[in-house]
C-alpha cells in the first residue's frame, strides 16, 4: 500500500503570513490531488496535478507536483481566516484500474485574524 | 446539479444494530467509491462500482459490510451488527472515467456514532 506523509500536522499563524504544507511519499502517483475539509463535511477539490513539475495557481494558492511525481507542496500566500481547514493530498495509484485514491492524514491549518 | 449528497448526515446507534446509508451521485457519474474517515485521518478506500458492478473492495470492508449500486445510480452501505470502531465518518464520491483518469468529488458525509 502506498502511503503519503504530509507535514507539519497543524499549523497555526497570523492573517497575512505566507506559509507551505508538504504532501511526500516513496512511491510514484499518476495524479496527486489537494482537498479542503471542513468540520462536519467532505473534502472539496482544491486542484489535481498530473505531469512532474507541474505548477498551477488558484489565485493565492500555488500547487506544484515533483519531477519525479512523489512529492508535491501547497504554497499560501498571505493567508486569511477563511483559508483555514484541512488540507488534505491525495494520490491516485498508478495501477490497478480503480483511481483509487490514497489519502495523507492531513496538515490542519489555523489563521488567525 | 446539486453535486452529490448522503443521507443522513447523521446516525447514532447501539451497538449490534443495523445501520444502511445512502448515497447519491453526481448525475450521469459511471463511478462510484466509499471512503472511511476516523478522527485525525485522512478518508480510507473501502469499495467502488463502475455503474453497477462492485469491482474492488479493501480489506478494510469485513463481512459486516455490504454496498450495492442496483441501477448504477444511487449506492447504499450496510453495516450488519455494528461494533464502537465502526463510529467514523463515511464518505461517498463520485466521478465520471474518461480517458486519461477522472476527478472525484465528495458528498458532505454521513457521522456514524456506536454507543
Known amino acids: 500500500t502506498q502511503l503519503l506523509e504530509q507535514s507539519p500536522q497543524f499549523l497555526s499563524i497570523q492573517e497575512g503570513e505566507n506559509l507551505t504544507v508538504y504532501c511526500n511519499s516513496s512511491s510514484v502517483f499518476s495524479s496527486l490531488q489537494w482537498y479542503r475539509q471542513e468540520p462536519g463535511e467532505g473534502p472539496v477539490l482544491l486542484v489535481t496535478?498530473?505531469?512532474?513539475?507541474e505548477v498551477k495557481k488558484l489565485k493565492r494558492l500555488t500547487f506544484q507536483f515533483g519531477d519525479a511525481r512523489k512529492d508535491s507542496s501547497l504554497h499560501i500566500t498571505a493567508a486569511q481566516p477563511g483559508d483555514t481547514g484541512l488540507y488534505l493530498c491525495?494520490?491516485?495509484?498508478?495501477?490497478?484500474?480503480?483511481?483509487?485514491?490514497?489519502f495523507g492524514k492531513g496538515t490542519k491549518l489555523t489563521v488567525n485574524p | 446539479d446539486t453535486g452529490v449528497s448522503q443521507d443522513p448526515r447523521h446516525k447514532i446507534t447501539k451497538r449490534g444494530q443495523n445501520v444502511t446509508f445512502r448515497c447519491d451521485p453526481i448525475?450521469?457519474?459511471?463511478?462510484l467509491y466509499w471512503y472511511r474517515q476516523t478522527l485525525g485521518q485522512g478518508p480510507e478506500f473501502l469499495t467502488y462500482f463502475q455503474n453497477e458492478a462492485q469491482l474492488e473492495k479493501s480489506r478494510l470492508l469485513s463481512d459486516r459490510f455490504s454496498a450495492e449500486r442496483p441501477k448504477g445510480s444511487f449506492s447504499t452501505l450496510e453495516i450488519q451488527r455494528t461494533e464502537q470502531g465502526d463510529s467514523a465518518m463515511y464518505l461517498c464520491?463520485?466521478?465520471?472515467?474518461?480517458?486519461?483518469?477522472?476527478?472525484?468529488?465528495f458528498g458532505p458525509g454521513t457521522r456514524l456514532t456506536v454507543l
Open positions: 496535478v498530473v505531469t512532474g513539475g
Open positions: 491525495a494520490g491516485e495509484e498508478p495501477q490497478g484500474g480503480s483511481e483509487k485514491l490514497v
Open positions: 464520491a463520485s466521478s465520471l472515467v474518461l480517458a486519461g483518469g477522472d476527478t472525484q468529488y
Open positions: 448525475s450521469e457519474h459511471n463511478r
